[in-house]
C-alpha cells in the first residue's frame, strides 16, 4: 500500500513564506511524477504544480513567479515552497504522484495516489 504524507500547513499572514512537504511511502516500484493540487472553498480542485518525468516543471499561472516546486527522487518526495503569500491562496493542497508498483499477480501497475490534504489559511 502506498501513502502521502503532507505537512507544512497552518496559518499565515499575507506576503509570508511556507513549505509544503510531501513523502511516499510503501512499496512502489517507481514515481512517474507528484505535484500539488489545492482546492478553496466552493470551488473545484485545481493543480498548482507538478514535476513530470525529464524534471519538466509546471505551475499553474496564478503561482508562477512565487511558487517554487522540487522533488527528491532519492527520497521519494516533493516539496512546495510558496512565498509572496496572497489570501486566495487559501485552500486545502494535496500531494499527488502517479507510480508504478507490483500487484499481488506481480504485474507492473500503474496507480494515482492522494495525500489526505493539509490546510494552508493565509490573511491579509
Known amino acids: 500500500q502506498v501513502q502521502l504524507v503532507e505537512s507544512g500547513g497552518g496559518l499565515f499572514q499575507a506576503g509570508g513564506s511556507l513549505r509544503l512537504s510531501c513523502a511516499a511511502s510503501?512499496?512502489?516500484?517507481?514515481?512517474?511524477?507528484m505535484g500539488w493540487y489545492r482546492q478553496a472553498p466552493g470551488k473545484q480542485r485545481e493543480l498548482v504544480a507538478e514535476?513530470?518525468?525529464?524534471?519538466?516543471?509546471d505551475y499553474v499561472d496564478s503561482v508562477k513567479g512565487r511558487f517554487t516546486i522540487s522533488r527528491d527522487n532519492a527520497k521519494n518526495t516533493v516539496d512546495l515552497q510558496m512565498n509572496s503569500l496572497k489570501s486566495e491562496d487559501t485552500a486545502v493542497y494535496y500531494c499527488?504522484?502517479?507510480?508504478?508498483?507490483?500487484?499481488?499477480?506481480?504485474?507492473?501497475?500503474?496507480?494515482?495516489?492522494w495525500g489526505q490534504g493539509t490546510l494552508v489559511t493565509v490573511s491579509s
Open positions: 514535476v513530470l518525468p525529464g524534471n519538466k516543471l
Open positions: 510503501g512499496s512502489f516500484i517507481t514515481i512517474n511524477s
Open positions: 499527488n504522484a502517479y507510480l508504478y508498483y507490483r500487484d499481488y499477480q506481480g504485474r507492473l501497475s500503474y496507480l494515482e495516489v
